[in-house]
């Protein structure tokens, strides 16, 4: 069954990994931790804008684009036409914890299959999103806070039908190299500082093609079998969380893919009747990278002190996370889209030097107490619940 962790377990499909909040939560720990009774791990959207990180034996292994619990060598990774791979990051990310991981003699991409209608993301698509920052920094003084790996213009490419996808690059490499032109001409004449070096990306793109075509393979017979055979589990990890959701999260300040439940179905070519359990992860308190409304945000003491016991810093890019109180708001929002069958609470010893935490329980909006996640966070006012015991005479085995 399917699990998603976001998170959801069966045992014929994936299971789900989806965290609520806009900000790492110790997925991929908990991805590492079910995919070790996982048969199948699976990736479905997103691209290399995610990061996840894996602790084995004192090593640190951080993934973007390869789903988390690659690291169990009993288990099948496979990475599905929902997500766009940006295919000189691939190789890098395989080479690098290839490197780390040679006490597991693991070779990643001996391990790894992938979908052959995924979406390429060029490097001028990274060159784009950095413009398009710019762009909206000029023009409205404020950006989205993008990780500027390209996953925005990658997707717009895909809804306007001018992308590339793998299969295009492993069958007629003439009629790719034509298209590549035209989608660079496309984009020079919307960006005219845009510098791309087209024929030294194809020469570099003809290589790639024949180092991964031993992986590709047709995702929606490869799921079907997955799932019409031999009984196997399957995890799916979702890669950004149902807050940065493009239809259902703090829109404009989210991600390009659909990071809640339904991208599993729509990111695999799979039926939703094969989805099992969804799992939820998420802190005893709320993080976010990058701009966006953020209720229960603490710019004081308190959020310094999450952010530097909690280490919160993006995988990814680097950025400091902004920190505040767990907002149960969004979690029961979460919940709505997602179904959570069970939740991962991580992260609660970080409360523990603390006498009272606060809990955010309700939103306020014109005067009124709402019972919604309203679609602007416009006038917002929050009510809290108090805990005041002493974390550490509450949790056994804390001191």
Request: aromatic share 8%; glycine share 12%; with cysteine.
């Amino acid at each position: 069954s399917i699990s998603q962790a976001c998170l959801p377990q069966t045992p014929c499909l994936p299971e789900g990994d989806m965290g609520p909040e806009p900000g790492g939560n110790k997925q991929g720990q908990v991805v590492d931790l079910l995919a070790t009774e996982s048969d199948i791990v699976c990736r479905c959207q997103g691209g290399n804008n995610a990061g996840h990180t894996v602790v084995v034996d004192g090593k640190e292994y951080d993934f973007h684009l390869f789903p988390s619990g690659i690291i169990n060598p009993k288990a099948i990774s496979f990475i599905g036409n929902g997500v766009v791979i940006h295919l000189p990051g691939l190789f890098e990310e395989a080479e690098k914890n290839e490197k780390k991981a040679k006490a597991l003699c693991l070779e990643i991409m001996d391990v790894c299959d992938l979908n052959n209608i995924f979406l390429l993301l060029f490097d001028f698509h990274q060159a784009v999103d950095g413009l398009q920052e710019v762009q909206r920094q000029a023009q409205e003084g404020k950006n989205i806070g993008t990780t500027k790996k390209g996953i925005g213009p990658t997707y717009s490419s895909k809804a306007a039908r001018t992308g590339l996808r793998i299969c295009d690059l492993l069958s007629d490499f003439d009629e790719f190299s034509s298209r590549f032109k035209n989608l660079a001409q496309q984009y020079k004449s919307m960006f005219p500082t845009l510098e791309i070096d087209i024929e030294g990306q194809l020469k570099k793109l003809k290589g790639y093609a024949e180092k991964i075509r031993p992986m590709v393979r047709d995702g929606v017979y490869f799921m079907y079998e997955a799932l019409h055979g031999s009984p196997k589990k399957i995890l799916v990890e979702g890669a950004n969380a149902a807050l940065l959701d493009i239809d259902f999260g703090t829109y404009p300040f989210v991600t390009s893919s659909n990071c809640t439940v339904g991208g599993v179905c729509t990111g695999l070519g799979v039926p939703p009747q094969h989805v099992g359990d969804v799992y939820g992860v998420v802190k005893a308190y709320t993080t976010r990278v990058g701009i966006g409304a953020f209720p229960t945000e603490q710019i004081n003491e308190i959020g310094d002190l999450l952010q530097s016991r909690g280490h919160e810093w993006g995988v990814t890019t680097g950025r400091k996370r902004r920190c505040g109180w767990l907002d149960l708001v969004i979690l029961k929002y979460a919940h709505m889209i997602n179904g959570f069958t069970a939740l991962a609470l991580t992260k609660l010893d970080i409360l523990d030097v603390l006498d009272e935490i606060k809990i955010g329980v309700a939103y306020k909006l014109g005067g009124k107490r709402i019972p919604y996640f309203p679609g602007k966070l416009l006038n917002l006012s929050l009510f809290f619940f108090y805990l005041s015991c002493l974390l550490r005479n509450c949790i056994p085995g804390s001191s």
